[in-house]
């Protein structure tokens, strides 16, 4: 008999903080600026004349911990915008989604947000302490039922609590990462007016983990699997 927790759309709490190396990926677009090396756990996304490119999991997850080293881009990388984040399905505009996203004007600061049913305006920006493309950084998300934290080396630096009447992230996520040219939000208010004197910009990616339970998709009735 299956172990009727992993069914259940409240895994136990010890799921949660249990993780495992992420060796697949799918690239959406532009695969020839998406490098992955399994071998090393290493993901590289350059941003070039040609664009930059967006990869994720195979797979979506239903609560859990997700972590990641990244060194961002190096040299003026103004305009661009470069993250880790989970989306129910990217394009959907009734998405259910948690962000890092580094605003390329100034690589000293991270933006946190989440979305329910496509609403965000949940945006925080947060003080690193460092310049993120010095070196890998350690970045995570605990995605739990009822609590999202925020983790940067180490240090909760935000953490949201599911209010009465408030909708809260419950859709299964993938887990996504992406390079690109934000410029023309907010007229460059955002991440500022593209450069790009300094390209090609390499967003390094290493040591991604995820949990070990996932969501496997069967005639419209979502399973958890691990």
């Not at 299956?2 to 690239?27: G, M, R, V, Y």
């Not at 909708?167 to 887990?175: A, R, S």
Request: hydrophobic share 30%.
């Amino acid at each position: 008999m299956a172990d009727p927790s992993l069914h259940s759309s409240t895994p136990p709490s010890t799921h949660l903080n249990q993780t495992k190396t992420l060796k697949e990926i799918t690239i959406d677009y532009c695969p020839e600026a998406c490098t992955h090396t399994p071998q090393t756990d290493a993901i590289q996304i350059t941003f070039d004349e040609r664009g930059g490119a967006r990869w994720r999991s195979k797979s979506r997850f239903l609560y859990g911990t997700f972590r990641s080293l990244i060194q961002c881009p190096k040299g003026n990388t103004s305009g661009l915008n470069f993250n880790i984040y989970l989306s129910s399905l990217e394009g959907d505009k009734s998405q259910d989604e948690i962000d890092f996203e580094f605003l390329g004007k100034d690589k000293t600061i991270v933006q946190t947000n989440f979305y329910t049913v496509g609403l965000g305006n949940r945006e925080m920006i947060h003080e690193l302490g460092f310049d993120s493309s010095d070196d890998f950084h350690e970045y995570v998300i605990k995605w739990g039922v009822d609590e999202i934290e925020w983790v940067i080396e180490g240090k909760v630096v935000r953490r949201e609590e599911r209010k009465v009447g408030e909708g809260f992230p419950e859709k299964p996520m993938f887990l996504y990462a992406s390079v690109w040219d934000a410029s023309y939000i907010d007229e460059g208010r955002w991440t500022g007016a593209y450069v790009g004197c300094d390209a090609p910009y390499v967003c390094c990616y290493k040591d991604v983990r995820v949990p070990v339970v996932t969501v496997v998709e069967d005639c419209g009735i979502d399973n958890l699997v691990s």
